[in-house]
Structures are given as structure tokens and as C-alpha cells.
């Protein structure tokens, strides 16, 4: 974080890979990163009692202030986020209807843009493009299909990927 803070620079990208970071550190790594545009969280490695990746960092990727533990005055974190690849998840405290939340509160298919229902201008996060979930020890009946609600939002254009398993 000190790094960030004195650094002038214009940080895109981000890979944490086996880091044991709590989720707090993270988002408030996450809040000083506000043009960041690929985020990459790898929990291989890491304990699920360890891991990042839980439903408070979900909760706070929300892009409606009602769902994030932020104040709500604060504006979203990672406004400009393009991808998002949550890999390797061991987490316990894991919700899966809030990340099938969070993927469509960032999303806005290009017709709507196209066609002027909705101006970009007024949208307080750009949209994502990418999403890629991936769980360790987990099977995909323990979901009860939940990620198959994200399948008209890859039929509009974002790329999805959710495996179970290790992904490289």
C-alpha cells in the first residue's frame, strides 16, 4: 500500500497469486487503484480460512453502493475494470448469488448503448468484458445452476468462464 500511495504511477493491472491477503487489505488496495482494468485474484495455495476472495470482496465489486460494505458516498471500486478472473477459489464464505449480482451490476450490452437508451456518460463503471471464476474442490451440482443465469449476458458479448477444478 505505501508503494501505491507514494508511486506516481498508472497501475492496469493487477495478479495477487498464493497471497493470504485479507479481504479488507485487498479492498482497500482496490479503492486506490481507481483505473485499474485487469484484475487477476489466484488463491492456489492459499488456505480457504486465508483466502481474499470471499463475499466481501464480492460485496464491495458490486457496483451499487446498497451491496457494498462501503460508505455509500464512496463511488465504486475499479470503475474502468475490463476483466475479472477470480481463480483457484478455496474460500468457505463464498456466496454464489451475490457474484452472478455483481457480474450483471457491471454489465451493459453495447445495444443498449448503441441504440441510446442508456448514455455511457451517466454509467459510474465502465463494463466488463471478461469474467473467468474458477474453484478448487468444488463440484458444479453444488451451485444448483446459479452461473446459467449469466449465459444471456455471454449471448450480449461478455466472455464468461466458470470451471470447476484448478485453472491455469
Not at 481507481?34 to 480460512?49: G, M, Q, R, W
Not at 456466496?95 to 457491471?106: A, E, G, I
Not at 463503471?125 to 451451485?143: I, M
Amino acid at each position: 500500500m505505501t508503494f501505491v500511495q507514494r508511486s506516481s504511477l498508472q497501475l492496469t493491472s493487477l495478479s495477487v497469486q498464493s497471497l493470504a491477503l485479507s479481504c479488507s487489505n485487498l479492498v482497500h488496495l482496490l479503492i486506490h487503484l481507481p483505473i485499474l482494468k485487469y484484475l487477476t485474484l489466484d488463491d492456489s495455495l492459499v488456505p480457504p480460512e486465508y483466502s481474499p476472495i470471499s463475499s466481501e470482496l464480492i460485496e464491495n465489486l458490486h457496483c451499487s453502493s446498497f451491496s457494498s460494505s462501503l460508505p455509500s458516498q464512496i463511488s465504486p471500486i475499479v470503475p474502468r475494470l475490463y476483466s475479472l478472473r477470480l481463480l483457484n477459489i478455496g474460500a468457505t464464505d463464498f456466496r454464489d448469488t451475490s457474484v452472478v449480482d455483481m457480474v450483471q451490476s457491471r454489465w451493459m450490452p453495447e445495444k443498449l448503448l448503441a441504440n441510446n437508451v442508456v448514455e455511457a456518460s451517466t454509467l459510474q463503471v465502465d463494463c466488463l468484458r471478461e469474467f473467468t471464476l474458477g474453484f478448487r474442490n468444488r463440484s458444479e451440482k453444488e451451485t444448483d445452476g446459479i452461473y446459467n443465469s449469466l449465459d444471456q449476458i455471454e449471448k450480449d458479448g461478455m466472455r464468461i468462464v466458470v470451471s470447476w477444478d484448478t485453472i491455469q
